[in-house]
């Protein structure tokens, strides 16, 4: 309990000049990977902000390890999703046996400081790498959400998901979702081919606000060659209270917060197989307290 004190309070007061907050595999040593996610993302409820299905196919032991990338030349997170096992990976926590989830991220119990309310700008930074042959369907298989918290919250507002088209082909798309009443818009939808096998960074930077704005950019490690960019500086990036036309009242989202992970649908599971994605570098920062300090 010494060392995860000792590591939470490192990562949070290093940064503490302009409210970021980093996640690295390469903590102390001995901490395993759960312990290293819980010291920065939920340090007030162990494991709080990992959800895995280690209780449905506990044989297999953890579903997100800690790995050397050959690549990077240090430790990264590397998460494992199985439909091979019996039963298949699924998400214990709600029950739901027609999807699997295995994601770590931001919630109401964790600290101010990796969270998104009204008026604040967040920036995320995170690496990752898709494996050659990973297999979507053309159902989801979410990688990254920005999720609502209280209100209207069940769907994420924005999501980077892999899925097969029609045609066959394999893509990486940006969706956004207003709200329960609204459609979700693709505002990107790029080749999932140009991700596989290689490391790539993420930046994501919202103004959150009902006219909010929002920004993606993903380039490759290696050489910064960008295969997303996408802007938008008049989107709702939280959600207000509302009445459906069902007549149900929805009231304000509290805060927004990210997710990062596998979370895919079990309804094609004949054309899936076992898949890992690797992540690294994650950042969460409050870029408004930066502006306030410059002024």
């Not at 998460?79 to 699924?90: C, I, R």
């Not at 380039?219 to 990036?237: C, E, F, M, R, S």
């Amino acid at each position: 309990m010494k060392t995860l004190f000792f590591y939470m309070i490192l990562v949070l007061t290093c940064f503490a000049g302009n409210a970021q907050v980093t996640l690295n595999a390469d903590g102390p040593n001995g901490m395993g990977t759960y312990e290293t996610i819980t010291a920065v993302l939920s340090p007030a409820v162990p494991f709080g902000a990992v959800e895995v299905p280690d209780s449905i196919h506990p044989e297999f032991g953890r579903h997100i390890v800690k790995v050397f990338d050959a690549d990077l030349k240090k430790n990264v997170f590397e998460f494992y999703s199985h439909v091979k096992s019996t039963p298949p990976d699924n998400e214990p926590v709600k029950g739901k046996t027609d999807r699997q989830r295995v994601e770590i991220k931001s919630y109401a119990s964790s600290p101010d400081n990796v969270k998104g309310t009204i008026g604040e700008i967040v920036q995320y930074k995170w690496r990752f790498k898709i494996p050659n042959g990973f297999k979507p369907t053309n159902y989801f298989t979410h990688i990254h959400q920005i999720k609502a918290v209280d209100g209207d919250d069940a769907l994420p507002l924005f999501t980077l998901t892999l899925r097969k088209t029609a045609k066959g082909i394999n893509k990486l798309e940006l969706i956004y979702v207003k709200n329960q009443a609204s459609k979700a818009i693709k505002y990107q939808n790029v080749n999932m081919s140009l991700f596989e096998e290689v490391w790539v960074e993420a930046v994501e930077t919202i103004t959150v606000g009902l006219h909010g704005t929002y920004s993606i950019i993903i380039k490759k490690v290696q050489d910064g060659t960008a295969l997303l960019n996408y802007k938008n500086t008049d989107i709702q990036t939280i959600r207000t209270k509302y009445t459906s036309e069902k007549g149900i009242v929805y009231t304000a989202n509290s805060f927004i917060r990210p997710k990062w992970g596998i979370y895919r649908s079990l309804k094609d599971i004949a054309n899936m197989k076992d898949e890992s994605i690797r992540f690294s570098d994650f950042s969460i920062q409050e870029l408004t307290a930066l502006s306030n300090e410059s002024n």
